[in-house]
């Protein structure tokens, strides 16, 4: 048997308070494993530790107790990192960016060439169907096709672990039934995906296993097709006579009557999914060829997606890749169990000259006159005859002014102790 791509062990994640008092468990020991080219269906109500299982395999969080293992290694290694491609459940890009200038800027931190980024670029916005709104900025799209760009952006580094938490997020159905033909066929090119997702029937449509969480425990793990079958049922489907006005009552009692021991027969006429109905009016628009500035269909998956000569996948893990530079500045790496080397000692440099205080910067104040000789400031000596002499005040306003005079120019007194 292969050994499983994410290894979950006894994982336990308790959130605690600002006094380290535990608070909340998250999750309850886990115990959980991918294997290698499969889809994990991950389901649960709201708060039952779906996001935090996601964190935990992302590095995000650290388990309280238990491993977890991702690769065979540390979900903290760069070289880990860089083989996930990961879509978050809300996209958040740089808004001011146009679509391809986004993809252009995660396709460096992958430390790929000029050329290949432009290859990139255009096969996934072909395939995501964002094809015609290149030169619009990321933070005009809708809620749809910012998804859209968010999961062109988690495949472009062509990685081996997809993690997609609620990817159908406010896309159409024809965006719907596109993930879920995305999802298939990187399962068939030997991509392992973990898929968390409220609505139940994308996942029962792409999953070969599913896992259901409630309360941080795993209530239910095992293949789609087991967990969904009911012994106790049997349906049998046939085409309509041509031309037969068909009583399915009667048909119901003709089959008990034919069948020993049935019970609860009932006979029905099937009807049309909404989704195919919903996908042919829009393909008869498409080949109406009529005019839409909004998302259109998406096309054949990533020329680059496909299977590498002499891959491994799906039969055996291949080893961490070489981590370019420009990514490994920007993701931590794990901690090392040796201690770090001590830094080099540095100079201590000379101390400064303490500056005055404050109050010491002031200039100076003027010392006032007496108060007894303010009075003589109205008794000025006449002007000299080439000036205009100043017009005579009167005594009650020149008292007036020498008060005013007085109080602003008193001389400040120290502050109470």
Do not use: C
């Not at 009557?257 to 999914?273: C, E, K, N, W």
């Not at 007894?372 to 002007?383: E, F, G, H, K, T």
Request: a positive charge; proline letters at 13%.
């Amino acid at each position: 048997m292969d050994a499983p791509l994410v290894d979950f062990l006894a994982v336990e994640k308790v959130f605690s308070d600002f006094w380290g008092r535990p608070r909340v468990r998250a999750l309850h020991p886990l115990t959980l494993q991918l294997a290698p080219g499969e889809v994990l269906g991950l389901l649960g109500p709201n708060g039952a530790g779906k996001s935090t299982t996601i964190k935990l395999l992302l590095g995000l969080l650290q388990p309280t107790r238990g491993r977890v293992t991702v690769f065979g290694g540390s979900p903290l290694d760069p070289g880990v990192r860089a083989r996930i491609g990961y879509l978050p459940e809300e996209t958040r890009l740089h808004r001011f960016l146009d679509a391809p200038e986004t993809l252009d800027l995660f396709l460096r931190l992958h430390g790929l060439e000029r050329a290949e980024r432009r290859r990139r670029v255009g096969q996934l916005l072909d395939m995501v169907g964002l094809r015609g709104n290149e030169g619009r900025p990321v933070g005009e799209f809708s809620k749809g096709m910012a998804r859209r760009i968010g999961l062109a952006v988690a495949l472009a580094g062509d990685p081996d672990l997809v993690v997609l938490d609620e990817p159908t997020s406010g896309l159409d159905p024809i965006g719907t039934r596109e993930i879920k033909d995305l999802v298939a066929e990187l399962r068939r090119r030997g991509r392992t995906v973990l898929l968390s997702s409220h609505l139940l029937d994308d996942v029962e449509d792409v999953a070969d296993r599913i896992a259901i969480l409630y309360g941080g425990h795993l209530r239910r793990l095992g293949r789609t097709d087991e967990l969904l079958t009911r012994a106790d049922r049997l349906r049998i489907e046939l085409d309509r006579p041509a031309g037969v006005v068909t009583d399915e009552a009667r048909l119901a009692q003709d089959v008990s009557a034919l069948v020993p021991g049935a019970q609860g027969v009932t006979v029905s006429t099937p009807s049309d999914r909404l989704e195919s109905l919903f996908r042919r009016v829009v393909e008869e628009a498409t080949a109406g060829a009529i005019e839409t500035h909004g998302a259109r269909a998406g096309g054949p998956i990533a020329g680059f997606l496909s299977d590498r000569p002499g891959s491994p996948r799906p039969d055996v893990p291949a080893p961490a890749r070489a981590v370019p530079a420009a990514l490994a500045s920007v993701l931590r790496p794990a901690p090392a169990s040796a201690p770090a080397p001590a830094p080099a000692a540095v100079p201590t440099p000379a101390p400064r000259p303490t500056p005055p205080p404050a109050s010491d910067l002031r200039p100076p104040l003027p010392t006032p006159p007496p108060a007894s000789d303010l009075s003589s400031l109205s008794a000025r000596p006449a002007p000299p005859s080439d000036t205009p002499a100043p017009p005579k005040q009167d005594p009650k306003t020149s008292a007036a002014a020498s008060r005013v005079l007085s109080r602003l120019v008193r001389p400040p007194q120290d502050p109470p102790a």
